[in-house]
């Protein structure tokens, strides 16, 4: 079977920087994705590491770390527009997107 | 470009009753999935489909079945509802495989009495 784990809650001020880390057991592992969703809303897609390694889009990187079954999210310069729930997902053999995702750690950002 | 669109946003049943979450999207894109969120919980995978005429079971598939009869369209079917089934759904969509990005609609938000 598939399990993800991820904090449920984590605490930052404006302008830090904050790690979300996750930790994953799936059998034919693929890739490890990252969502964002704030209250009410949808989830929104953030960032893809399907190699080991750490993958930058603008204030959010991602790394990956396969032989550990490992990833994380760095969100940097934080806004209060971040606070909401950030999940991890990995996806797995035979591609399809089929994700599996982690419970979610909120994020609540403070002035 | 409307994205992927659902609807009912918002619908009670009773108990026993049956009804269908519709799903559209307008990407042309292959795959498509339903997902339920219960409150304070990540995404549960129910059904998902490769390409029309082709779907699969998820990770909590009993109590939903699905068609694809084109590539725009994914309804859910939920029969013989029961409070378990109050929930979030989401459905979404992706162009391929192998890119860990899906386009999620805003929600069906169902509530089961």
């Known amino acids: 079977g598939q399990s993800l784990e991820q904090p449920s809650e984590v605490t930052a001020v404006e302008g830090a920087i904050v790690q979300i880390n996750c930790t994953y057991q799936t059998s034919g592992f693929y890739g490890l994705s990252w969502y964002q969703q704030h209250d009410g809303g949808a989830p929104t897609f953030l960032s893809y590491n399907g190699l080991d390694g750490l993958e930058e889009t603008g204030r959010f990187s991602s790394f990956l770390s396969r032989s550990d079954s490992y990833g994380y999210l760095l969100l940097q310069e934080l806004q209060m527009k971040d606070s909401a729930s950030y999940f991890c997902?990995?996806?797995?053999?035979?591609?399809?997107?089929?994700?599996?995702f982690g419970a979610g750690t909120r994020l609540a950002v403070h002035p | 470009n409307a994205g992927v669109t659902q609807t009912p946003k918002f619908r009670i049943l009773k108990i026993g009753q049956s009804m269908t979450l519709q799903c559209a999207q307008d990407m042309n894109h292959n795959y498509m999935y339903w997902y339920r969120q219960d409150p304070g919980m990540g995404l549960k995978l129910i059904y998902y489909s490769v390409g029309a005429g082709i779907t699969d079971k998820g990770e909590v598939p009993n109590g939903y079945n699905v068609s694809r009869s084109t590539t725009e369209y994914f309804p859910l079917r939920l029969e013989l509802a029961a409070p378990s089934q109050t929930s979030v759904y989401f459905c979404a969509s992706s162009q391929t495989g192998g890119t860990g990005e899906l386009f999620f609609g805003e929600g069906s938000r169902l509530t089961v009495l």
């Open positions: 997902a990995v996806s797995f053999s035979g591609g399809y997107n089929k994700l599996i």
